[in-house]
């Protein structure tokens, strides 16, 4: 369990809590990435994400006296905190929500062939686009559990739902993406 393991996460915020900066820059080496990535796919700029996710951490160590255990890993907290400010983009109307096919996933690198690179890249677009199809709620759940490798406790948790729900979600989600992929991708 997370909560007692030496050096573990929890235990680098409760470090944090006492004062130690350090261990805040622990943690947000720890995340910085997955936040980042998180706020990349929902907003489609490259600066914006940049942006929220250094106020994410900037919230995130005001708060962090206010964080506690809860059974779950603090990234969710993290992803927490950058979801809220990107619905607030969202909904100051400054900047429409769009997943991006080129940058979602920088780092999938295909060491075969070329010409597996390029059908690895098509297959991710088609998949990416379908996904850019689906209700917010399943494009959202979607993300967090296969882009960003989320737990459904931790899905929830971000998505301020129960885990059955969250379960209930992801299952209509890939029935629909099966739907909509092209048969020569599924």
Known sequence: ?????????WELVRAA??????????LYDKYVDVVFRYVLFRVND?????DVT???FLRALRRISSVTYQGRDVGAWFVTIARNLVLDHVKSSRF?????????????????GPEQQV????TRAVLLE?????????RECIVLRFLQGLSVAETAVVMARNEGAVKALQHR???????LLPPEVR
């Open 173 to 179: 989600a890939v029935r629909r993406l099966a739907q």
């Open 119 to 122: 059908l690895a890249g098509a």
């Open 130 to 138: 379908c996904v850019r199809q689906l209700g917010a709620d399943q």
């Open 96 to 112: 429409r929500l769009e997943v991006t096919t080129a940058e979602v996933d920088e780092s999938g690198r295909v060491e075969s």
């Open 54 to 56: 250094s106020e994410t």
């Open 46 to 50: 490259r600066e914006l994400a940049e």
């Open 1 to 9: 369990m997370e909560a007692f393991e030496p050096g573990g996460s």
């Open 17 to 26: 809590q006492d004062g130690d900066r350090g261990a805040f820059a622990l």
